[in-house]
Nanobody
C-alpha cells in the first residue's frame, strides 16, 4: 500500500519559516516527479512546487524566491522549505507523486498519489 505522509506544519508568524517533509512508503519514487500543492478554505487546490527525478525544480510565481523544494531519494522523502511566510500562504499543504498521463506538472491530474495534508497557518 502506497502512503505519503506529510509533517512539519504548524502556526508561525508572518516572516517566519517552516520546513515540510513528506515521507513515502510502499514503493520508491526515485524516478517520479514529486510535488507540493496547497488548498486554502473555499479555494481550489493549487500548485506550489515540483521536483523531477533529476532534481529540476519549478515553482508557482507566488512562492518563487521564498520556497525551496528538495528530495532525498535514499529516504524516499520530499521537502518544502518555506521562508518569509505571508498570511496568504495559510493553507493545507499536500505532497503528491506524479504518475503517467502527460498532464502538466502544475495540474492536480498529473499526480496519482497524495498525502493527507498538513495545516500551515501564518499569523499576521
Amino acid at each position: 500500500q502506497v502512503q505519503l505522509v506529510e509533517s512539519g506544519g504548524g502556526l508561525v508568524q508572518a516572516g517566519g519559516s517552516l520546513r515540510l517533509s513528506c515521507a513515502a512508503s510502499g514503493r520508491t519514487f526515485s524516478r517520479s516527479g514529486l510535488g507540493w500543492f496547497r488548498q486554502a478554505p473555499g479555494k481550489e487546490r493549487e500548485f506550489v512546487a515540483r521536483i523531477n527525478w533529476t532534481g529540476g525544480t519549478a515553482y508557482a510565481d507566488s512562492v518563487k524566491g521564498r520556497f525551496t523544494i528538495s528530495r532525498d531519494n535514499a529516504k524516499n522523502t520530499v521537502y518544502l522549505q518555506m521562508n518569509s511566510l505571508k498570511s496568504e500562504d495559510t493553507a493545507v499543504y499536500y505532497c503528491a507523486a506524479q504518475g503517467g498521463g502527460g498532464y502538466p506538472y502544475s495540474s492536480v491530474q498529473a499526480y496519482d498519489y497524495w498525502g493527507q495534508g498538513t495545516q500551515v497557518t501564518v499569523s499576521s
